[in-house]
């Protein structure tokens, strides 16, 4: 059974950082290309960044520069280190594994198995 478990969501003030982890099992890790999605109340659920399985990784403009994809494929976890948040960060963050074979970033319906998210809120 596939399984992603985010955590390390919070409450920071604006300026500050969190660091997001994702846990899965049950699949291929190493594999597997990674992304994070983010989802503020009455929105839609929207891409933030991913990482392929070898390495290179992509970012949002909302986000390019502030947020890092890493991964740990010894451990099967891919994290989101935020750096200089903003209010309009907050959000349900969600990790998600990539489908095989697909290759758009930003389509959601290229992702299956998601994890049950972490909320982070920013404070102005």
């Known amino acids: 059974q596939v399984q992603l478990v985010e955590s390390g969501g919070g409450l920071v003030q604006a300026g500050g950082s969190l660091r997001l982890s994702c846990a899965a099992s049950?699949?291929?890790?190493?594999?597997?290309?990674m992304a994070w999605f983010r989802q503020a109340p009455g929105k839609e659920r929207e891409f933030v960044g991913g990482?392929?399985?070898?390495?290179?990784?992509t970012y949002a403009r909302s986000v390019e520069g502030r947020f890092t994809i890493s991964r740990d494929n010894a451990k099967n976890t891919v994290f989101l280190q935020m750096n200089s948040l903003k209010p309009e960060d907050t959000a349900t963050y969600y990790c998600a594994f990539m489908r095989r074979g697909a290759s758009d970033w930003y389509t959601k319906l290229n992702y299956v198995n998601w994890g049950q998210g972490t909320q982070v809120t920013v404070s102005s």
């Open positions: 049950g699949r291929t890790f190493s594999t597997s290309n």
């Open positions: 990482m392929s399985w070898n390495g290179p990784s």
